[in-house]
């Protein structure tokens, strides 16, 4: 069986993200993997192993503040940061696997992550697979809050304010998975105003995803969603026109689709549209 190797990864600043590198010894390919605001590697394990077990290189970095990095917890300088991030990333993994481009997939936020950073820098990228992303969320601080955050990041940018998804119900509905997402101790609980103003600001760069070149991307959807708005989500993808685009929808599952029912299908189509997308001959 397929075990990660912990690592760390080296980010722009200087600081040491914790990773979880899935090696093969010959790789196919190799897929760059973002987890969401309150995850981290280890919600996704399953799937990375699935996509070891198919040949390709994964690496999971825990974004800085989260997961198992214990400095800074759930700050965030700023969007370019955490752009940045995911490109020194994206560059460690292909030096570990020795392959010229990697894959990239994003759950939830980490599916906001994927595309700010391809709008940013499409280079070196063969395809993007987006799980529930939160491009559109459904659920996000109130107005109140948000102006509290606004005050905080001019004086205490570190200042912790709670992420308003710390109802596992949100996620799954499979009951083992709903006590794991309770009890882990490395879940996220509180952002920092820099991180939620960081998040805002990203949106912009979000918005540049149709003026950049076509890769093959792959849209997975929850049809009990509680957290995004499958409707706009469905419909940026689709009006993106991009030659290989494909939506998927698991109509029964909820938002973590890693954790709900018979999660084998979901794995299945995963791998097969990262394999079909490295066949592919680029753009």
């Given at each position: ?7 760390t ?6 600081y ?12 196919c390919?190799a ?5 969401g605001?309150?995850?981290?590697g280890?919600w996704y394990?399953t799937?990375?192993r699935?996509l070891?077990?198919?040949g390709f ?5 825990d ?11 759930g700050?965030?300088?700023s969007a370019?940061?955490?752009i940045?991030d ?6 460690e993994?292909?030096?570990?696997s020795r ?5 990239v997939?994003?759950v939830s936020w980490g599916?906001?992550?994927?595309v700010a ?8 990228t ?5 799980v529930t992303p939160?491009?559109f969320?459904?659920i996000g ?5 948000m102006?509290r955050?606004g ?6 940018p570190?200042?912790l304010f709670?992420?308003?998804l710390n109802d596992?119900?949100?996620?799954t ?5 709903k ?13 920092t ?8 600001r990203?949106?912009r ?8 070149p ?13 957290i995004v708005d499958?409707?706009k989500?469905?419909?940026f ?6 030659p290989t685009?494909r939506i998927?929808t698991?109509?029964?599952a909820?938002h973590?689709l890693?954790f709900?029912g018979?999660?084998?299908?979901y794995?299945?189509?995963?791998v ?6 490295n066949r592919s001959?680029?753009?």
């Amino acid at each position: 069986m397929f075990e990660p190797r912990p690592t760390t990864v080296r980010l722009p600043d200087g600081y040491q993200a914790c990773a979880r590198y899935w090696p093969v010894e010959q790789p196919c390919g190799a897929v760059l993997y973002h987890h969401g605001i309150q995850s981290h590697g280890g919600w996704y394990q399953t799937s990375a192993r699935r996509l070891a077990e198919a040949g390709f290189a994964v690496l999971q970095v825990d974004r800085r503040g989260s997961g198992r990095n214990e400095l800074d917890r759930g700050y965030a300088d700023s969007a370019e940061q955490l752009i940045a991030d995911a490109r020194v990333a994206r560059d460690e993994l292909l030096r570990l696997s020795r392959c010229d481009a990697c894959h990239v997939v994003g759950v939830s936020w980490g599916g906001k992550l994927a595309v700010a950073a391809y709008a940013a820098d499409p280079t070196r990228t063969q395809s993007l697979t987006l799980v529930t992303p939160g491009l559109f969320p459904l659920i996000g601080v109130s107005r109140g809050e948000m102006a509290r955050i606004g005050f905080a990041m001019l004086y205490e940018p570190q200042t912790l304010f709670d992420i308003p998804l710390n109802d596992a119900e949100l996620f799954t509905t499979n009951p083992d998975w709903k006590q794991y997402i309770a009890n882990d101790e490395l879940t996220l609980r509180q952002c920092t105003a820099g991180f939620y103003l960081a998040s805002r600001r990203m949106d912009r760069i979000v918005n540049r995803l149709p003026q950049s070149p076509p890769v093959p991307i792959h849209l997975f959807i929850a049809g009990d969603e509680r957290i995004v708005d499958n409707q706009k989500t469905t419909r940026f993808v689709r009006e993106l026109h991009w030659p290989t685009s494909r939506i998927t929808t698991y109509d029964h599952a909820r938002h973590s689709l890693e954790f709900e029912g018979d999660p084998e299908v979901y794995f299945r189509d995963l791998v097969s549209f990262i394999r079909d997308a490295n066949r592919s001959e680029p753009e």
